[in-house]
C-alpha cells in the first residue's frame, strides 16, 4: 500500500551509505582516504573511524586502564582529528599522527589522576624504583598453585600491564601489542630512539618479573 | 655473553628479524642459561596472552555519540567565531559614531565661521607718566622720600582724590577739576 520509506542518516558517519562507494574508499591507503575527505567527501572521515576506532580503543584502554574513559578519549581523538585534518602533513603517516594525539589524551588522562599529593609521590616514587631497580628474572618467592593460575591468568597478566610505570606502559603498548616501530614510538611519544629502547627493555623486565609466577 | 648483558640487551635479540645476525650470541646464551631462557619464555607467554584476550569493542552507539559530539563542537566553533567577530564590532562601531558625531558637530563650525583677517594692532606709545610725588603720612614714618611719583600740591588736598573715587564724586566734579587743574 504504502511504500516502505527508508531514510538514510545524513553526515560523515551514515550507516549505509553507497555500497560502490564505500567499496572504493575502504580500498585506499590511509592517505588517499585522507585527501578524499579534505576534497570534501564527508564519508571518507567514516572510513576512518571504521579502520582506526577499535584499534585506538585497545591502546587507550591499555594505558589507562578504564573501559569507560576509554571510550570518552578515543572519541575526542576523532573530534580532534575532524577539526585538525587540514593542518595534518600529509608526508607524514596518519597511523603515527593519530595515535600521538590519542596517546598525548591518555598521558593527560594520567596526570590528571595524579594531582592528589599522595598519588603523585606514589607514582614518582614507581618510576624512579622501575627505572632503578636492578634488572632481574623473575621473583621465586611467591608461587601460586595451578588452580588460581589458570582461574586468575587473564585477570594477573592484564593486572601485570596496569602495574607498569605509565612511561614504561606505553611504549609497551605500542610495541607489543600495536607492533609499531622504535621511530614511530619515538615520534608517538616525543621522546628519542634510546630512550624508547630503555624504557621498552625496563618494561619487558617488570611485566616478565611480575607475571612470571603465572606461567608455567 | 653474560646474564647481565642478556637482560640488559634482551630488547636486540626480540625486535630483530629472525635471521639477523644480531641474534646469534643471544641464542647461544639461552642453549646454556635456564634461568634466561625462562625469561625469555616468560615474556613470550605473556605477549602471547595479552594477545588472546580480545581488547574491548566499541559501544554500540560509539558512532551516534561521535556524530553528536563533532556537531556539538561545530556548533560551539561557530557560536565563538560570531562572539569573537561581535566583540571587534562593537568597539568599532561606537568609534565610528564617535568621530561621526564629531565631525557633524564641529565640521558646519570649522566650515561655516568666516575667516576675517584683520589689521596688525599696533601699540601706541604711552602718554607721559603722571608724576605724582607727595609726601605722605605713610612714606614720611617709613623715612622713604617720596619721589617724583607724587606732587605736592595734589596731596597737600589728598581729599580730592577721595572725591574723585567716591560717589560724591559727581557731585563735587567741578569743584574738584577746577582745585587739581585737569582740563
Redesign the interface.
Known sequence: MFAKKTVQPQ???A?SPNRSTREEIAALTDSQVVQRFLEGQERAF?EL?SRY??RL??FV??TVGD?ER??DL??ET??RV??HLHRFDQSKKFSTWIYTIAGNLAKNELRNRSRNPLVLFQTIKKNWDADHRP????DESTKPDDLFRKRH??EK??D??KELPEHHRLVFVL???EGRT?EEIAEITETNLGTV?SR??RA??N??RI??PM?D | MTCQQFLERYSDYRDAEEEDPVRAPFLGHLESCPRCARYALVLERGVEFLHSFPGPEPQQDFRDRLRHRIYQTELEEGRKRRRASGSVLVPLALAAAAIFTGVAVWGPISFLTPRVSLPAVQARAPDAPVSLSAPGAGLARSGRSPGPLFQEDLWSQSHVLLYEISPLYQRTREGAVMRVGLP
Open positions: 553526515g560523515s558517519l550507516a567514516g573511524v576506532d577499535a580503543l585497545n584502554y591499555r573501559r576509554a571510550q578515543v572519541q576523532f573530534v575532524y577539526r634488572l632481574e628474572w623473575e591468568l587473564k597478566v592484564e601485570a600491564v610495541r607489543e601489542l622504535y629502547k621498552l627493555n619487558r623486565n611485566f616478565a607475571i612470571a606461567v
